[in-house]
Structure formats: structure tokens, C-alpha cells
């Protein structure tokens, strides 16, 4: 009898527990749904925000088949193509052109390499240095000026770099980093340095700095701004120098911004745009592609975009590859900051 009894109480506090969590589910939707009802405005802005991730991010995903079916002929659909599994994988890997594809792949991964070492310290060192300017106008004209290469258009900075690098004709004058590299006897006279392979990885790194060094010193300032000034002071009546400042103070108050911003850079080390490339490397001969040619370049050239000769599925399969390590890239990274440290992406 006590048995029964006991059941029967172990049966009604589950059967209460139930009703209390079906009536916090509904409390909390009912939650849910005044909140939307009372800023219905900012939730309506968001629907270009989902609709452009949607069309442009999600919807896309479906065309990863086109790396493991045959699709040639333009008039079928890429569900109707005939299966062919790993073979574009296997081609472009090991097949005729294998060496084309790894040489891309190479001159990717130097070029996100060489991006990161040189490229990732300088935005920190400029928030640095905008941190120590005390006259606000004049700090605020500094940043102004970083900002600027920045939004200017790529085609307007390849031209640039074109007419500063150029190597003069009859008609025109050799350009003004090409005359004072001339001058100190690094380069020998009227050298067509956008031509030659062994430059090209250094006029990409450098004016890849010079265009996002500025506006990349956003965040870091932000994150120097918020850390408390009763820091320093502290720091100060400890005897701390400048640099012991930016050593114990900034520094860490900077450390969970420095890490989220490396996974992320860590994440696009193998996404390097091909517009500035084709724009710095159009009508510069052949041999400017041993350094040059990245996988992004190389997936539009299997495309037709730039050869005529498309190749979709090879082309996808290259793409698919890059997004594989780029994601394996990103997992590694978050999962050293988190062994290491408490701050991570996920």
C-alpha cells in the first residue's frame, strides 16, 4: 500500500513538473512575441539582413554538387548530371594539371601567410599610436587620412600602383617608386617590376597594408578605448614607463579582441580576392603567374571567366577544397585560443 502511495505522489509531482515547463514554454514565447510586438520596427530591418544571407549564402550551397557530377552541357540541370563522385577532386589534385592547382594553392597560402606575420601587427600598432595622440582634431584627421585607401575603389589602387611602379616608355616617365628604387641601386634601370614574379608577393603584401591598415585600427582603438584609465594610473604610481603601459595595461585590457580578431584572420588566410590580382597582373606576360596566381584566379580560369574553356565541376571542386581548409583553418585556431586562454568563438 505504501508502495502505491508513493508511486502515485512520484507520478503526480512529474505530471506538476510537466505542467510548470509546458506553462514557462508558453510564458516564454508569449515573452518572445510581446518583445517583437513592441520594437516590430528594428525586427522588420532585419529581413534584408536574412533575405541577402539566404540568396547569397544559403541558397548557393546547393551548387557544391557541381563538384562531384559531370555537368557540361548548360541546357540539363545539375540534378539530372550523371554522378562521377571524387573525380573532379582527383583531377585537379593528381591529374594532368596538378601542378597548376598546387601551385595556386601555394601561392595562396604564402601570400595569407606573409598577410598574416606582416600585415596583422600594423593595424595594432596604428591604434596604438592614434591612442597616444592627445589633440582629438588632430588624432581624428590622422585616422581620416589611414581611413581613406580603404574605400577607395580597386581598380583606382591597382592603377595607382601601376603608375608609381611603372617602368617608363618614350612617352612616359618612369614611376616614382620606380625612379627612387632606381636611384638607391635596388632595382636596375627601367625594370618592370609588376612584370617579374619575384615582386609581385611584396607590391601585393605592402599595399595590401597600406589600403586596410588604417581602417583594420577600428576595432583595436575601440578596445583601447574601453579599458579603464584607473589602470594606468595605477601602472603609473608603480613607476611604469610608455612602453610598461602598453605592456602589462593595454596589451591584456586588448587580448580578447587580439584573439577573436586572429581566428577570424586565421579563417581568410585562403581568401584572397581575385580582382586585385587580375588587376595588377592583366597584360603583364606568363611568367607572372608562377607567384601570382591564386586559387581564387585559378577557379575563375577553370570557369571561363578568363580562358573561355569552362570547366565548372573542376572548378567548384577547387572551391570546395579552399572552403574545407579555410573551416578546418578556423577550427584549429578557436580550439588552441580555447585550450590556452578563456576567450574563443565558439
Given at each position: 500500500m505504501k508502495k502505491a502511495i508513493k508511486m502515485n505522489e512520484e507520478q503526480l509531482k512529474k505530471l506538476r513538473d510537466e505542467e510548470i515547463l509546458i506553462g514557462l514554454e508558453k510564458t516564454r514565447w508569449q515573452r518572445y512575441w510581446k518583445l517583437i510586438k513592441k520594437n516590430w520596427q528594428v525586427y522588420l530591418m532585419l529581413i534584408p539582413v536574412f533575405l541577402f544571407f539566404y540568396l547569397f549564402r544559403y541558397r548557393p550551397i546547393g551548387g557544391i554538387l557541381v563538384a562531384f557530377k559531370n555537368y557540361e552541357n548548360y541546357a540539363e540541370t545539375i540534378a539530372s548530371s550523371d554522378f562521377y563522385g571524387l573525380y573532379a577532386f582527383k583531377f585537379i589534385m593528381f591529374g594532368p594539371q596538378a601542378d597548376r592547382f598546387w601551385q595556386a594553392f601555394r601561392n595562396t597560402f604564402t601570400l595569407s601567410t606573409y598577410g598574416l606575420f606582416f600585415g596583422f601587427p600594423i593595424p595594432i600598432i596604428l591604434a596604438l599610436f592614434f591612442s597616444e595622440i592627445r589633440n582629438e582634431k588632430y588624432r581624428s584627421i590622422t585616422q581620416i587620412i589611414s581611413y581613406l585607401p580603404r574605400f577607395i575603389s580597386t581598380v583606382v589602387i591597382t592603377s595607382i600602383i601601376a603608375l608609381m611602379l611603372s617602368s617608363g616608355?618614350?612617352?612616359?616617365?618612369?614611376?616614382?617608386?620606380?625612379?627612387?628604387?632606381?636611384?638607391?641601386?635596388?632595382i636596375e634601370k627601367n625594370t618592370p617590376m609588376?612584370?617579374?614574379?619575384?615582386?609581385?608577393?611584396?607590391?601585393?603584401?605592402?599595399?595590401?597594408?597600406?589600403?586596410?591598415?588604417?581602417?583594420?585600427?577600428?576595432?583595436?582603438?575601440?578596445?583601447?578605448?574601453?579599458?579603464?584609465?584607473?589602470?594606468?594610473?595605477?601602472?603609473?604610481?608603480?613607476?611604469?614607463?610608455?612602453?610598461?603601459?602598453?605592456?602589462?595595461?593595454?596589451?591584456p585590457g586588448m587580448a580578447p579582441t587580439l584573439t577573436i580578431m586572429l581566428i577570424l584572420r586565421v579563417?581568410?588566410?585562403?581568401?584572397?580576392?581575385?580582382?586585385?590580382?587580375?588587376?595588377?597582373?592583366?597584360?603583364?606576360?606568363t611568367d607572372i603567374y608562377k607567384t601570382s596566381e591564386v586559387l581564387s584566379t585559378y577557379v575563375l580560369s577553370l570557369g571561363g571567366l578568363t580562358t573561355g574553356a569552362s570547366q565548372i565541376n573542376f572548378a567548384a571542386a577547387a572551391d570546395v577544397f579552399n572552403s574545407f581548409i579555410a573551416m578546418f583553418l578556423v577550427l584549429g585556431a578557436n580550439f588552441i585560443s580555447r585550450k590556452v586562454s578563456d576567450t574563443s568563438l565558439f
Open positions: 616608355n618614350i612617352a612616359q616617365a618612369p614611376g616614382v617608386l620606380n625612379s627612387f628604387f632606381t636611384r638607391f641601386g635596388w609588376l612584370s617579374m614574379p619575384r615582386y609581385f608577393r611584396s607590391i601585393y603584401i605592402i599595399s595590401d597594408i597600406w589600403e586596410g591598415a588604417g581602417y583594420g585600427s577600428i576595432v583595436y582603438f575601440a578596445a583601447i578605448m574601453a579599458i579603464s584609465p584607473t589602470n594606468y594610473e595605477a601602472a603609473k604610481m608603480d613607476g611604469a614607463n610608455k612602453l610598461d603601459q602598453i605592456r602589462y595595461v593595454t596589451l579563417g581568410q588566410m585562403l581568401n584572397i580576392g581575385y580582382e586585385k590580382v587580375i588587376l595588377l597582373t592583366m597584360d603583364r606576360g
